[in-house]
């Protein structure tokens, strides 16, 4: 059986690998990534309360999302569930 460290590695270079892929960058699920990692941040009993960390993994969601991906004019799956992870 893998160690969680491994096992999150694993899955972390498993979803680079899903973003990076393409021709193109999918930004929206760059965001979602960055919106995840925020919410493990801020949720981590390991971290103080209101950690910086979570707060900068949020604010690069935000900007990933709205100044490259403008879920306003190109909506997808990704986009939403980001903005619903974020709480926009």
Do not use: Q
């Not at 999150?8 to 498993?14: C, D, G, I, R, V």
């Not at 990933?64 to 974020?86: D, E, G, R, S, W």
């Amino acid at each position: 059986m893998m160690s969680t460290h491994a096992l999150a590695s694993y899955f972390l270079s498993m979803l680079m690998y899903l973003i990076f892929r393409l021709d193109h960058t999918c930004w929206p699920t760059v965001a979602l990534l960055f919106a995840v990692f925020s919410l493990g941040a801020l949720f981590d009993p390991a971290r103080p309360p209101f950690s910086i960390e979570s707060e900068e993994y949020y604010l690069l969601s935000r900007v990933t999302l709205i100044n490259f991906a403008a879920p306003i004019f190109k909506t997808t799956i990704t986009a939403v569930l980001t903005l619903v992870c974020v709480g926009l």
